[in-house]
């Protein structure tokens, strides 16, 4: 079944790494990649899904989203984490092309409308355009398929701080308000994504899969496995936006724990999924919150092969 999809990204070396999945999956037809700030400023995440798109011959719509969390200041961006230019430092030529005129929101509302319950929503990055498209269109959760995110850590300790995964900490009232709404969502978080490491072997054999784009993505995590190999005897790093994508492809690579989801946004805890297994709480104030289903496990090998066969198609 061909699954068709927005990508929402904030790229991003990992984002870059899922876009080409993406592009190259026989099951996934990807609508649109729609920008949002994070590991960079908006504006270079939109310019630099532009040059993913180009470097991959994928002609469709980029549009640039929201460069502001939903409440508080700019964001403090990780270029420490995906260098000045998102890319690794790599100095890629950026793309000349146009950027689709309307919003991330808008985008997401208008194909949603334009083809009702059979879209996706794949969010690798804060969830500031899909909270705003849920205020554009409040029925959106009847409108799309269902929404698919990296984000969060149910179980595990965050990477911003020990309770708050980056994607959910950069706009938690943004992730509040996707996370509560009436739609199938399911989250791949560092419980999975954490757990899978990547060493200079794997980013090696996509090269040798795929010279062009998994080229690309050997060459730019360079930088992206420095930060990741800090303080280990070893070099290693986590793909983990390509996760979700992953399980669109084969669901059974995982497995998922239901459960109630709340986010906090208090400045202590802000960013931080809790999620209590169904059946584990009493508690009116978690049963009353949305029902969400948690990436807990994968299998590592079949997810690497995954990744590795993919790119060589
Ligand atoms: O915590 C990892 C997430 O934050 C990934 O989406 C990565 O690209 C960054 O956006
Ligand atoms: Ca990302």
Redesign the pocket.
Known sequence: MTHKIILD???????AMAIFFAFQSPDIEVLGLTTVY??VPVTMSARNALTLCELAEQDIPVTQGVGMPWVGPESGY?HF??GDDGFGNIDFPASQRDLDPRSSAQFIVDMARQHPGEITLVA???LGNLALALRLEPNLPQLVKGVAI??GAAFVKG??TPVA???IW?DAHAAEIVFAADWDLKMFG?DV?NSVPFTPDFMDDLELRNQKLGGFVKKSSEFYTDFYSQGRDDRVC?F??AMPLAYLVNPELFEMTRGHARVSTDPLNRGQTSVAPIGTTMSPLWLEASQIDVATKVDHERLRQLYLDTYAL
């Not at 990204?9 to 984002?15: A, C, K, V």
């Open positions: 990204t904030d790229p991003g070396i990992d984002d994070g590991n990780a984490v995906h690798i990055g804060p990296m984000g990477n911003v995964e980056a994607n950069n560092l994504t986590f983990h936006d």
